[in-house]
């Protein structure tokens, strides 16, 4: 079945590093063509020196399942699922992660694993996917060029072996989620021909979690692609277009999946 690529209507995107932390590196890298519309970018996190304390790194919540690791223990592995909200980790003075993000449904039409036993949650890959882990163990290489040249290769056998088999009416229902920006009345808006409970039990399956947690969060990563400025954020009412009723139902919505207020975001 031929799908329409979700690369069309979504970025699910992460906050940049902010630009007084020199020390730091964040950057975003396309996946070899045969995974672009699988794989929306490979990522790395990496510092440039070692740190005088811990750095927390802040993810903000974007409706997808990433696989990262440490370059630097690449036997440490870890899978993270949906989250509802934003999240923090502490990660140490010295690191070099590298990550997966795969778009929305795709973790789990390659792997067939139930998104919804990954949500709100990290844990080890092993646990998950062991083969997977041990590839990353014996093929991450200091050299990142490397490092990615092995996992297209390993994710393009993956999704050729693995053809997706997915319900088209789950996927059209997907597709209008996304081209609306989340905007959409998700129990009788997404008419595929699926019921409300089935189309629940097939974003619980696929995403991770259900139709209006997934709508909530597509809103909030529109509002992340649009970065408005502070002073457009006061003048262009961005909330009204996308839903919210008031500003301040805006802001707390914000909040929950960034961890910090719209207009300290978008400084």
């Known amino acids: 079945m031929e799908l329409e690529p979700i690369r069309k209507y979504y970025s699910p995107i992460q906050p940049a590093v902010k630009s007084d932390q020199k020390d730091i590196i964040y950057q975003e890298i396309p996946p070899a063509s045969p995974l672009k519309d699988s ?14 304390t811990p750095y927390v790194y802040r993810v903000v919540s974007d409706g997808c399942i990433d696989i990262f690791f440490n370059l630097n223990k690449p036997d440490e592995s870890f899978v993270m699922g949906f989250y509802r909200k934003y999240t923090e980790f502490s990660i140490g003075e010295a690191f070099n992660f590298v990550g997966i993000r795969f778009f929305p449904s795709v973790f789990t039409q390659i792997f067939g694993i139930p998104a919804n036993s990954l949500s709100n949650k990290d844990q080890y890959l092993a646990s998950v996917l062991p083969e997977v882990a041990a590839f990353i163990v014996q093929n991450a290489s200091q050299e990142l060029s490397i ?119 978008f400084q």
């Open 39 to 52: 794989i929306y970018c490979y990522w790395q996190l990496k510092t440039a020196q070692t740190l005088d």
């Open 147 to 265: 490092t990615l040249a092995k996992l297209n290769k390993l994710f393009i056998s993956l999704a050729n072996k693995n053809k997706f088999k997915i319900d088209s009416r789950f996927y059209d229902a997907l597709l209008l989620l996304l081209k609306h920006h989340g905007h959409i009345e998700t129990e009788n808006g997404l008419n595929t021909g699926l019921s409300p409970r089935q189309l629940r039990r097939l974003f619980n399956y696929y995403i991770g979690t259900t139709p209006k947690a997934f709508s909530q969060v597509v809103r909030f990563q529109y509002i992340l692609n649009a970065k408005p400025s502070k002073q457009s954020l006061k003048e262009n009412r961005i909330f009204y277009d996308v839903g919210f009723y008031d500003q301040a139902h805006f802001i707390k919505s914000f909040k929950r999946f960034y961890g910090v207020t719209p207009s300290e975001a």
